[in-house]
Structure formats: structure tokens, C-alpha cells
């Protein structure tokens, strides 16, 4: 069984920077990375429905955006630390949110999750 945990959220000033881990373990016998998955970042604001953020895929390591924080929030891997990273700068209000992360065991993004995370709230906010 995968396990996902997030962490690095907080309360950031508008304009900040806040990067995000999701750490990885309990791997399937025999395969001990990340190496091969894709990871996607989602976030849920209070009232509204969760959106995919940003993923990173498993094959290519090739990133997608949603247009809202394309050239502000960078996804990354390490796969020798089992931790996929979400560097968020330039923070806004609207990015307030939970965040989560997920793995697609397929590899390709848009992920379609097999495995999710908790989430770490992220609150923009003077």
C-alpha cells in the first residue's frame, strides 16, 4: 500500500513563496521509487470543487500547469528521497486552499489517482 504525505504548508503573505513536499513510502515488494509514477498536485478551497494543480509524470518527468499558476508554482521530483516537491511562489489569496497530492501508478499525467495524501492548507493571507 502507497502512502502519500504532505508537508510545508502554512500561512504565507501575499507575494511569498511556500514549497510543498509529498513524501512516499510503503512501496509494493519489489519496487522501491517513485520512479515510473506520476504525481499530481490538487488543491480544494472552502466551497469549491478540487482542481489539479500540477503533475509531473512518471515516464519523461515532463510537468503540466492549470493556467492559474503556470510560470509561478514549479513541480520537481527526487526520486532517490521518495518525494515529489511543489515550489509555489509569487502567492496570491485565490491559492489559498488544502493541498494534496496523488499517485497515478500508470505514470502519465493528467494523473488519474490510485493513491491520495492527506493535505497541507495553504492560506494566503495579510
Known amino acids: 500500500q502507497l502512502q502519500l504525505v504532505e508537508s510545508g504548508g502554512g500561512l504565507v503573505q501575499p507575494g511569498g513563496s511556500l514549497r510543498l513536499s509529498c513524501a512516499a513510502s510503503?512501496?509494493?515488494?519489489?519496487?522501491?521509487?517513485?520512479?515510473?509514477?506520476?504525481i499530481g498536485w490538487f488543491r480544494q478551497a472552502p466551497g469549491k470543487e478540487r482542481e489539479e494543480v500540477s503533475c509531473i509524470s512518471g515516464t519523461d518527468n515532463s510537468a503540466t500547469y492549470t493556467d492559474s499558476v503556470e510560470g509561478r508554482f514549479t513541480i520537481s521530483r527526487d526520486n532517490t528521497k521518495n518525494t515529489v516537491y511543489l515550489q509555489m511562489n509569487s502567492l496570491k489569496p485565490e491559492d489559498t486552499a488544502v493541498y494534496y497530492c496523488a499517485a497515478d501508478l500508470d505514470g502519465s499525467c493528467p494523473p488519474y489517482p490510485d493513491y491520495w495524501g492527506r493535505g497541507t492548507q495553504v492560506t494566503v493571507s495579510s
Open positions: 510503503g512501496f509494493a515488494l519489489g519496487k522501491f521509487t517513485l520512479d515510473g509514477y506520476a
